[in-house]
């Protein structure tokens, strides 16, 4: 395991092959294992870098809220210390509310992205309330509870019922996260901005990716962003849901390496 100091934190991070930067950001309450497909597929073009979130997989957590900007700021720190002015930056939902605040605070360092499974909304009120009641859940009933729960919106049922690898590898990443983790990041999701104005203002290229039966963020939030991100492309992974480079892992690394080998 490689890890690094981040201010006050150990990150762990994998950082695989050779060529054009690009960095991958998992979801919650995943960790960078949730890219295992992307590194292989990806490291005979393309140095791949994927961190472990504040608070996810080998990566220390810390106190209160982690906001989306926070781990923003951790990645464009590793970025730093790997010698890695520009990258490819992509996230899957939560990772993609990391990608947009990263765009937002550094422009600059953003070649490309890449918008999984994400939205660009902020939360309502009532998913802020939910927020922090999973928070109080994680912390003192720990993850299992909140895996129960996740699993039948994270994967289509297809899934659910005919390929248990799938089930139990994403169960397992969601029981080795830290209750503090997953509670800083609960609540730092419900802190952060709305970016659909913000969008707009993205000139670099985008792919933006969604499963089709994604109950999580609906294609229709992939949409609206591809709406207001000019020159984007959108691909609908069919028979996918809300973990589509999972559930459909062939036909998300062939988009993801079209759309690399295009820009
Ligand atoms: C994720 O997969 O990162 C989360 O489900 C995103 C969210 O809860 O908004």
């Known amino acids: 395991m490689t890890t690094t100091r981040i201010d006050d934190i150990q990150l762990a991070y994998t950082d695989v092959g050779s060529g054009p930067p690009v960095v991958l950001i998992h979801?919650?309450?995943?960790?960078?294992?949730?890219?295992?497909?992307?590194?292989?597929?990806l490291s005979s073009k393309y140095r791949v870098v994927a961190p472990d979130l504040r608070g996810f997989g080998e990566s220390d957590s810390s106190e209160g809220?982690?906001?989306?900007?926070r781990m923003a700021q951790d990645v464009a720190q590793l970025m730093d210390q790997l010698e890695i002015p520009q990258a490819v930056i992509g996230g899957l939902s939560m990772g993609g509310y990391v990608v947009?605040?990263?765009?937002?605070q550094f422009p600059s360092r953003v070649r490309a992205l890449l918008l999984a499974d994400t939205r660009a909304q902020a939360d309502t009120e009532e998913a802020k309330k939910t927020r922090a009641e999973q928070a109080d859940k994680a912390l003192s009933e720990g993850m299992a509870s909140i895996a129960d729960a996740?699993?039948?919106?994270?994967?289509?049922?297809?899934?659910?019922?005919?390929?248990?690898?799938?089930?139990?590898?994403?169960?397992?990443?969601?029981?080795k996260t830290k209750p503090q983790g997953a509670a800083g990041a609960l609540l730092g999701m419900a802190q952060r901005e709305d970016q659909t104005e913000f969008i707009s203002s993205i000139k670099v290229p985008a792919l933006i990716v969604a499963g089709r039966?994604?109950?999580?963020?609906?294609?229709a939030d992939s949409e609206a962003m591809h709406?207001?991100?000019?020159?984007?492309?959108?691909?609908?992974i069919e028979n996918a849901g809300h973990v589509s480079n999972l559930e459909q892992t062939e036909q998300f690394n062939d988009a993801l390496l079209a759309f690399l080998n295009s820009i």
């Not at 809220?65 to 900007?69: L, Q």
């Not at 039966?213 to 294609?219: F, V």
């Open 27 to 41: 979801g919650y309450p995943f960790n960078r294992s949730l890219w295992n497909e992307q590194l292989e597929a």
């Open 65 to 69: 809220p982690v906001t989306m900007s």
């Open 100 to 104: 947009l605040a990263f765009c937002k």
């Open 150 to 175: 996740m699993l039948p919106k994270l994967l289509t049922p297809d899934t659910v019922s005919k390929r248990p690898e799938v089930v139990k590898r994403i169960r397992d990443m969601m029981l």
């Open 213 to 219: 039966e994604d109950a999580i963020t609906p294609p």
């Open 227 to 236: 709406a207001k991100i000019a020159g984007s492309r959108l691909i609908v």
